[in-house]
């Protein structure tokens, strides 16, 4: 089966950074897009950015446009989450998520999931 492990969550202050990765394995790792999203408590899930993997074309809401920086080692198999100038609203659950793709896909439809790493910014 596919995998997804996400790590590097924490607690920080406000202001700090934060840098979260997500190991893929089980997957041809070129052919994917990979995504980041996040879900606080009591609201939806929502997009934070997204990379096509092959094209290193990347996307990011507009919330953390400019904060985050979505990044790959393909040598690794592993995409990044470079988290800057965090914001008590950045607290949330963070996932990463893989799906096949042949361009850059920003939508919400993602076939693997990881389990999450909890982000807490105060």
């Known amino acids: 089966d596919v995998q997804l492990v996400e790590s590097g969550g924490g607690s920080v202050q406000a202001g700090g950074s934060l840098t979260l990765s997500c190991a893929a394995s089980?997957?041809?790792?070129?052919?994917?897009?990979m995504g980041w999203f996040r879900q606080a408590p009591g609201k939806e899930c929502e997009v934070v950015a997204h990379?096509?993997?092959?094209?290193?074309?990347?996307f990011y809401a507009d919330s953390v446009k400019g904060r985050f920086t979505i990044s790959q080692d393909n040598a690794k198999d592993t995409v990044y989450l470079q988290m800057d100038s965090l914001k008590p609203e950045d607290t949330a659950m963070y996932y990463c998520?893989?799906?096949?793709?042949?361009?850059?896909?920003?939508?919400?439809?993602?076939?693997?999931w990881g389990q999450g790493t909890q982000v807490t910014v105060s």
């Open positions: 089980r997957l041809a790792y070129a052919r994917y897009c």
């Open positions: 998520a893989a799906r096949r793709c042949t361009l850059l896909y920003v939508g919400n439809d993602y076939t693997y």
């Open positions: 990379i096509y993997i092959r094209g290193d074309e990347l």
